[in-house]
Each structure stands twice: as C-alpha cells, then as structure tokens.
C-alpha cells in the first residue's frame, strides 16, 4: 500500500509521467544497454527492443501498478505481477538487478522530466518502483524455490530425440534430458525459456509453451518460425527450424507460467489462434487422463487448415471427451475442413455454460476480441485468464 504522503503526489504526477512514460522507457534501455550492452545480446530478446514491443510492455505495466494504487489501494494486480514473475523467473533474473533497473529508470525520469520531479516527486515515484519490485522479488523467489533452483534458475541441457514439421511454419521438438535424468512435471499451459547461441555469438533466450502431454517422460515444444513482416524476422525461431536436428543439444530452463487448469469439476473454455494452440495441447492431454467428463468448450482460430498446428491431435483429444465440443474458424477453410466456420472467431456466438473459466492463447486482436465478446456475455473479468508470445501489451486495460 502506498503511504499517506506519497499517494497525493503519485495522483497528481500520474498524468505527467503517464504522457510521457514511452520517452522514458525508451531513455531507459538506452542508458541500461549502454552500461551493461550483454543484457540486450544475452538476456533481452532484441527483436522486441528493435520493434518497441518491450519499451511499450514496461511502460504499460508501470503505469497499471501506480494507477491501482493510488485508486485501488486496498488491491493487488496480481494477474498482472504473476505473468511478469513468471517470465522473470524462466528468464533466470536476479534480485540485484533491480538495483540496476532502478539506478538508469530514475535517471531517464529526470532526463524526461528535468525540474518536474521534486524531491517530493522522486521520493513518492520511488516508492511506486519498490513496492512493485519487492512484490516481483518475492514471488520470483518463491517460484525459484518451487522449481529446485537457486535465485536465477537454472539451465540444462536436453537433447533433441525427434523432430516433426507441423506445417510449413511450425516444427515441434521432443526432448528429453541429456544427462538421463526424467524431464520432470509440469503444469498443463506451462512453458520453458530455450537459450540459443546465434551467428554473432549472442545467446538469445525464448519462451515455448510445453504442447505435449504432462504425463509423458519427454517434453514437447512447438515452434512457430516468425517471417520479417511488421518486425524483423525472429532470430531464434529461424535458427531453430534451420539448424536443430535430432541429436543436438538445447539449453532449457525449468518450467513457468501461471496460464494453468484450475482444480474443480467447473466448465472451461479453451480459446486459441494460431500457434497459441500449444498450450491448450497440455491441457487437453491433462484432462483426457484426469478429468475427461469435465464439460469443456474448445475453440480454435486459424489462416487455412494447412496453418492450424498439430490439427489432427487436437481434434482427436476432444473427440475422446464425451462432454467436450470443439469450433473452427478458418479465414480460408477450402475443402478439407467442412466443419469450420469461415472468418474470424465469434465467441459471442458459442453456447457457454454457466460459471465458465476462460482461457485464451492467440494474437492480441484475438485475445482482445474473445475477452470483449465474454465480458459482454457476462462472464466475470477473473474468470478470464490469458497467455501472451511476448511483452504483454495490454497490461493497462485490466
């Protein structure tokens, strides 16, 4: 909670700081990669830096954490400092780099915002900074502890025992530890942070949902390779479907994420686009061993059938759960799936029961659509759970 003095002053700067938070998280990575330059080619992942993605991702969640305190002081956005725990956590961050984060974001503030900040200002704005820092550091901790690791995690190796092209875009990999050892459960939704040594000697780091079963003694990634479009073309996932073959060795990091199957015997909505399919993989896996009458709702947006990764299994798992239905949107279905539907996903057109947990997987627009289409249906907004492939850009609207 913010104290008594500092939240007036945080009330009456949010606005200043929030018009001009982009400059200043842009001065930021500027000032931090010029101090520490092997953050951006070891640990931050260059292709967000490159297209903005991840300056608008720190402003977003920066300006979410101030505004709920000083208009919700009572709560916690705990959604929110969840999925940016987690993504710490796979990432291997460590308690002392907020120290550094807070040393060159203070000093981009008072480039940006010169005589504004006050004393008063700089003491209610830091403040703001470490009750969001604290709250990150020890729930990071906790999942460090939860995972067998020690602060920064740990990484292993895991050999790579098959390879199979999905589509013409996507190749998933089963892997299994190099030393022997069982590959370890995870939680269905779950992902892992695989560490690539690139061209120039950069050790790039991504996140993959684990699209297999939990069950199995192996775990599975899928990777969707990025093409140069709107941002540049993904420096990891290109190397993957170039250069892994059955045989090599990938550096993996234990297993996060907070997108997992609630206990209970409640209904669920599985809501995916395109190769946010994975994770809703585990999940189905999960629930044809150990809940397989759950009443169940999937459904699945996608560019052709031909683009719809790992579309047989799918539509295999949820023709094996009696009370489980599944819909399809394809933009071009042709004719090898009369089933679908043409278009985009219509959410507001399925027929949910009541008291539905919803969880959503996909591109921002889709996300974005689907949560919009069952918050007008009623359904409340903590029933509605998502997973983002990258910075989450829309932290601010929750």
């Known amino acids: 909670m913010l104290s008594e003095q500092s939240t007036p002053v945080v009330r009456a700067t949010l606005p200043l700081v929030g018009a001009a938070i982009g400059e200043i998280t842009e ?27 991840q300056q608008k991702a720190l402003a977003g969640s920066i300006a979410a954490f101030a505004g709920m305190l000083v208009e919700r002081p009572e709560s916690r956005p705990d959604a929110m400092l969840a999925r940016i725990a987690h993504k710490h956590a796979s990432l291997g961050i460590t308690s002392d780099q907020y120290k550094l984060v807070h040393q060159h974001l203070f000093a981009a503030i008072g480039d940006v915002l010169g005589s504004a900040v006050t004393p008063e200002v700089a003491a209610a704005w830091d403040e703001v900074y470490w009750l969001m820092a604290n709250a990150l550091i020890a729930l990071e901790a906790r999942l460090y502890q939860d995972s067998g690791t020690a602060e920064g995690g740990a990484w292993r190796e895991m050999e790579i025992v098959e390879r199979h092209e999905v589509t013409s875009d996507a ?17 269905p939704g779950q992902y ?15 996140q993959y949902s684990l699209s297999g079963d939990p069950g199995s003694p192996h775990w599975r990634i899928t990777v969707k390779r990025v093409r140069a479009g709107a941002g540049p073309e993904g420096e990891v996932s290109s190397r993957l479907h170039e250069q892994a073959r059955t045989g090599d060795l990938l550096s993996v990091s234990a297993p996060f994420g907070d997108l997992v199957l609630p206990e209970g015997d409640g209904p669920l909505l599985l809501a995916s686009a ?22 169940l709702t999937v459904m699945h947006a996608d560019r052709t059938p031909a683009d719809h990764a790992h579309r047989d299994e799918q539509r295999r798992l949820v023709s094996s759960l009696p009370n489980a239905r599944l819909h399809l949107w394809y933009e071009e279905p042709g004719d090898s799936a009369p089933e679908a539907l ?41 029933a509605v759970h998502y997973e983002v492939f990258g910075p989450d850009l829309w932290l601010g609207n929750e």
């Open 274 to 295: 395109g190769i946010g399919v994975t994770p809703m993989l585990s999940m189905l896996h999960h629930l044809a061993v150990a809940d397989p009458t759950r009443p």
């Open 192 to 206: 892992v942070s695989v560490r690539t040594e690139l061209p120039d000697g950069a050790r790039q780091i991504r």
């Open 27 to 53: 001065g930021f990575y500027t000032r931090l990669f010029q101090d520490r330059p092997e953050l951006l080619r070891d640990l931050f992942n260059r292709g967000n830096q490159a297209n903005g993605e």
């Open 171 to 187: 190749v998933s990999l089963v892997l299994r530890p190099a030393d022997g050892a069982p590959a370890g459960a995870f939680r």
């Open 342 to 382: 043409s278009g985009l996903a219509d959410a507001a057109a399925l027929d949910l029961p009541d008291g539905v947990t919803a969880y959503l997987c996909g591109s921002l627009p889709f996300m974005r659509a689907v949560r919009g289409d069952l918050l007008r249906r009623g359904v409340p907004a903590h």
